[in-house]
């Protein structure tokens, strides 16, 4: 069956314009796919999430100069013109496109662009996406409606792809040079990693935002003042490998949010939307505000941390100098409670960034910040932590820096007041309701 459609899909592209395609599809299609209405469909947005989910979770699969944000920008935002280009209750994202059937079915569509981003993406995964594309497909009845929707999925993404290949991603990292007075960002402890990652990444060109400094927050506090060494103490006493001062809540958070941050905030999304019973242009659209935010989220924040360029907790702990501070003493042998420290400066700090961006989109989406949801671990299997509200959650995913031994706290004031500044900027200026006028008059 899949064949099927992608033949279908090639004889038309081969008559379809670039600069204005029509989407009608004459051949007539019929099956018994058609006739079972009962079958129950999984929406094609959580799948197509839960796949990329998969991919960038297996190692070696996510270059490490190319951070995996990018990637679910990209997926989403070619879901959402695919689908949205069929729903057209909002403004596109980049796509616009014309002559585009009301009655094409905006699951295949979801599926098709899905799939062709990610096999443009990851084509060591093909085989398992064309798979996957089938059990996508497979769920839909059978019909013009199908084989459009398959068409348009595909032209949004291959035109999503087109617009992001020269983006600055695949540019080699910028070779770096570890500073040696106080405050500067240096190579930490136990593993010294001998270059820092994403160095080029503040160069990539944004998803949403004008620029990557658009909202670069002010410095972080000068190390003889009341306000670092606060916070120097505070991360001393809880962050420390083996804390007597932390509970032992405290030092499981630490633990539990020690993963892909963006992960984390794509399954809450997930579990909000089945609670919710979302449709997929609800889905298509939530997604792609919450992944575009989070892809200029990393832009952003690091255009700030290789700005600042300041020391991480171990070795402002390690090489602490009381004649510039004098409430601040050295412990050579401290470590970080969840070990390695992330190879990045410090300031600011990229949970509190990501987290209270998802925070502002998910409030925002659903007017309503109240949701009773569990959370999953990304390196605690089994362990589940239970919330009643999106802010609560997003609070302790920050605050879990400072138990974890990475971040000062003022390192994530500044990141929650960045994701709050970037997801604000998407929400009014993206993806809003209301298409102009020859977009509704298409058809």
Known sequence: MLNRYLQLAFWCSAVLLQAGRSYTVSAKTTSQGAQGSSVQQVNPVLQWNRALLVIVRTPGAQSSTVHPTRSFAIMHAAIYDAVNAIDRKHRPYLVR?????RD??????????????????????????????????????????????VLIGQDAADRILAARSNDGSNAPPIPYVFGTAPGDYQSTPPNFAPQPQFTNWSHVTPFALERADQFRPGPPPRLASDAYSDAFNQIKSLGIANSTTATADEALTGSFWNGAIQNYWNEIAQTLSQARGLSTPQNARLFALLNLSFADDVIAFYDAKYTYNFWRPVTAIRAADPGINPETVADPNWLPAVGKTAPDPSYPGAHGVISASAAEVLISFFERDNANFTVTSEVLPGVERSFTSV?????????????????????????????????DFVVDNFLTFGQRKHDSDDN
């Open 104 to 149: 094409a079915s905006q699951e295949a569509a979801a599926a098709a662009a899905a799939h062709e981003v990610l096999v443009a993406l990851y084509p060591a995964f093909k085989t398992t996406l064309d798979a996957q594309l089938q059990q996508s497909l497979v769920q839909i009845p059978d019909g013009n409606g199908k084989a459009e929707g």
């Open 391 to 423: 802010s609560a959650a997003a609070e302790e995913a920050t605050l879990s820096r400072i138990f974890g031994g990475q971040h000062f706290h003022f390192d994530l004031t500044a990141g929650q007041r960045l994701g709050r500044e970037v997801a």
């Open 97 to 101: 496109l014309s002559n585009v059937p």
